[in-house]
């Protein structure tokens, strides 16, 4: 599959996840942020009802100064503004529903280093905005600086929400079954240094676990260094030190989870998604006969679920293409082998503490230990590599059209090829899978090397 099947082409300020770049460079500028708020404000003002846009972020330094740019834009576009501080993705979703929001905006770049800095929105009906809606923001925000102003008497007015992690922390709380509990159980649970760590410690302490916290000590800098999803090591040895009986790291925004159990052993996006799919079968709360997932998910997932007499639907790569898939399909499980989970019986987007407790769920309701009960299916060999490029479109040039289809020729039917540009930072990245774990690796290391050159 080629990369420019994953991108529209059309878009240039929104990626696959928001506006997301260097903060205080590009887009990411508080010149460039005013003017999107505005942009967005001229979107989402419909009717004579005062407008009202939620805001929350996780724990970036560059939060400070995207906050109030963002903020005066919406309040030049006459939208009132409610601030709610620190708090995850997926709870701005769930805020801009339930506080009746116009518009909800989370301000953020997820997994990324503290350098970098984005912001998603939210439709009133929780969901990511469409590319059709975005592409639309985008060209008003080449109109002049006083496009779009509301009169003097019109502007939005400003408040801070203060109980905006409590009503999350309830929600949360809600998702977890009633017959089950957490009393016996000792969780890791890792923060990432960012917008969870309030939070989430907190839902699973009142839920009866004991919980040892590790990425809870945010400054700034330090989100998703070293900690969270994309970093387990110190989860892993936490859970070992501690003898904890599962290990539950989320990201930098808290929509992503990586899950490991009593050993250490990691549990992926890929496992999750047949677990859950499997024991919401068994209970009759899965809908739609199988799962969503994108191109990246691992083929031995696919075999599993096919045993399991489940579907499989792959999207392109962006968790918004796979809720678009799962409200065409009316199915309630879908994801991403990264841990971003979506869950739509209680969520519109991704929400990696939702999902660490409906696994917990399962593991209360077997009774058994974490790696009896998660580790589904044996995954197939799987080589993920990223190749940073500058300007040009090295997926254009011939050597690597070659390497690719020779790459597909030696694969045959028993692997596949993905390979894509990243939404979000100059990479492609290129994944072979093939139960021969040799031929994958020699091919992957070809593709690499023909895109390295033409880079």
């Not at 006459?78 to 339930?98: E, I, K, Q, Y």
Request: one cysteine or more.
């Amino acid at each position: 599959m080629r990369g420019d099947d994953q991108m529209t082409g059309k878009r240039e300020i929104f990626g696959t996840d928001g506006v997301r770049g260097l903060a205080n460079a590009g887009a990411m500028t508080p010149e460039a942020i005013l003017r999107l708020g505005m942009a967005v404000g001229r979107v989402f003002k419909n009717g004579q009802h005062r407008h009202r846009v939620v805001i929350g972020k996780d724990t970036r330094l560059s939060g400070y100064m995207i906050e109030p740019a963002l903020t005066a834009g919406f309040a030049a576009s006459g939208m009132d503004v409610f601030l709610l501080g620190p708090l995850p993705t997926p709870a701005m979703a769930m805020l801009t529903r339930s506080l009746r929001a116009d518009l909800g905006v989370m301000i953020s770049a997820s997994h990324n280093p503290y350098h970098d800095n984005g912001v998603k929105f939210f439709g009133p009906d929780g969901f990511k905005l469409s590319d059709e809606t975005e592409l639309e923001i985008e060209r008003l925000m080449q109109d002049g600086p006083n496009a779009g102003l509301a009169g003097s008497a019109d502007l939005g007015r400003v408040k801070r929400v203060d109980d905006a992690g409590a009503r999350y922390i309830e929600f949360a709380k809600a998702t977890f079954p009633r017959r089950y509990a957490l009393d016996d159980m000792r969780v890791v649970i890792d923060c990432a240094n960012g917008a969870g760590y309030k939070v989430a410690p907190t839902v699973l302490w009142e839920l009866g676990a004991e919980v040892k916290s590790v990425g809870v000590e945010p400054n700034g800098f330090n989100i998703n260094r070293g900690v969270g999803s994309t970093a387990t090591k110190q989860m892993q040895e936490a859970v070992k030190e501690y003898r904890a009986d599962i290990g539950v790291a989320l990201d930098g925004d808290a929509d992503r989870v990586i899950i490991c159990d009593e050993k250490g052993r990691i549990i992926d996006g890929d496992q999750i998604l047949a677990l859950i799919a499997s024991f919401w079968k068994e209970i009759g709360k899965l809908r739609g006969g199988g799962v969503v997932t994108t191109v990246m998910a691992n083929m031995g997932l696919e075999t599993y679920l096919d045993r399991e007499k489940l579907n499989l639907v792959r999207t392109k790569v962006g968790d918004r293409y796979v809720v678009e898939e799962m409200r065409a399909r009316d199915m309630n499980v879908g994801g991403e082998p990264s841990g971003h989970i979506i869950l739509s019986d209680y969520a519109t987007t991704g929400d990696g503490l939702v999902t660490a407790l409906q696994v917990l769920a399962v593991v209360a309701a077997e009774g058994r230990k974490v790696s009896e009960v998660c580790n589904k299916f044996d995954p197939f060999p799987q080589i993920l590599q990223n190749v940073r490029y500058r300007d040009q479109d090295p997926l254009g040039a011939d050597a690597v059209k070659k390497a690719i289809a020779a790459g597909e020729e030696k694969l045959g039917r028993s692997g596949r090829l993905v390979i894509r540009k990243s939404g979000t930072e100059p990479l492609v990245r290129v994944m072979g899978e093939s139960e021969d774990d040799a031929l994958v690796k020699a091919v992957v290391a070809d593709i690499c090397a023909a895109i390295e050159k033409a880079a």
